[in-house]
């Protein structure tokens, strides 16, 4: 890599590096300090292709999420079996990835910008703006980020759109697979809306029990498959179908509750 060669996007990859290194460093201690991350299937990660790769995850912050994706990702391609331990897995990270957001949660003060740098592909959301429901067309130019992306490495989405739990999924998602035929990799994550506050900025609580599972890629046809069976498959991949509205058993609560407090120990 040359010191002004850039991405498909413009962006100086010299310094996304120094960028990815450096908030990298500064979160790590969120995942594996304040609370213990656990992951579930890095091995999924070592054995995807380098580009043309769609992950579709559920969304419970606005930035912790991510931030934790590139911890995971990096973590093992380096070799970590379902561990971000030693944060030297940063120092040769993967640069060609990237995640789709709302074009004006990337412009709402420094930090968002600094992190649009590192990878975001930013649209403009066509049902919600400023706070307000709306309805506008997709951009063409959104779609060909999108594809530039995928061509050029990995994408992260989140195809609810918000972090509101069990909200539907956005059929532009499904469009994509059918139009792009991505690897499509699901991964499901709890914990992080009560570890952090909505931004996932701020750490919020201690010790809670934050999990990252890495599910096998789905199984689609790309060319016979309608949109609403893919929206479907992606519902239950991620665990956001109306039927997993249900109870928590009790012994499943007894049993996190008992993790947390084994941690807490650990931690003082």
Do not use: C
């Not at 050029?152 to 539907?168: A, H, L, R, S, Y």
């Not at 059929?171 to 499509?184: E, S």
């Amino acid at each position: 890599m040359g010191l002004f060669d850039k991405n498909p996007f413009g962006h100086n990859l010299f310094v996304k590096k120094w960028l990815i290194r450096i908030l990298g460093v500064l979160s790590h201690r969120r995942f594996r300090g304040f609370n213990e991350l656990q992951i579930e299937g890095s091995d999924v990660i070592k054995n995807l292709p380098d580009t043309n790769v769609l992950f579709i995850s559920n969304h419970q912050t606005y930035f912790a999420d991510v931030v934790a994706m590139f911890h995971v990702f990096n973590a093992s391609l380096s070799g970590r079996d379902d561990s971000i331990k030693n944060v030297g897995y940063l120092w040769q990270p993967k640069l060609n990835m990237y995640y789709v957001a709302a074009k004006e949660t990337m412009r709402s003060g420094l930090l968002p910008k600094i992190m649009a740098y590192v990878g975001s592909i930013s649209i403009e959301r066509t049902w919600r703006s400023e706070g307000k429901d709306v309805n506008r067309q997709v951009k063409m130019s959104d779609i060909s980020a999108i594809s530039k992306a995928l061509d050029d490495g990995w994408v992260i989405t989140f195809p609810q759109g918000t972090t509101t739990p069990f909200k539907p999924i956005r059929k532009g998602t499904a469009h994509i697979i059918k139009r792009y035929k991505p690897v499509v990799v699901p991964i499901v994550i709890d914990g992080f809306r009560r570890s952090f506050d909505k931004k996932g900025l701020r750490v919020k609580k201690k010790n809670v029990y934050q999990s990252f599972e890495i599910k096998q890629p789905l199984e689609i046809d790309y060319e016979n498959e309608t949109i609403d069976s893919i929206v479907e498959k992606i519902e239950y991949a991620i665990e956001q179908h109306p039927s997993f509205l249900k109870v928590i058993p009790q012994e499943e609560l007894i049993a996190k509750e008992e993790l947390n407090k084994q941690r807490e120990w650990l931690e003082n």
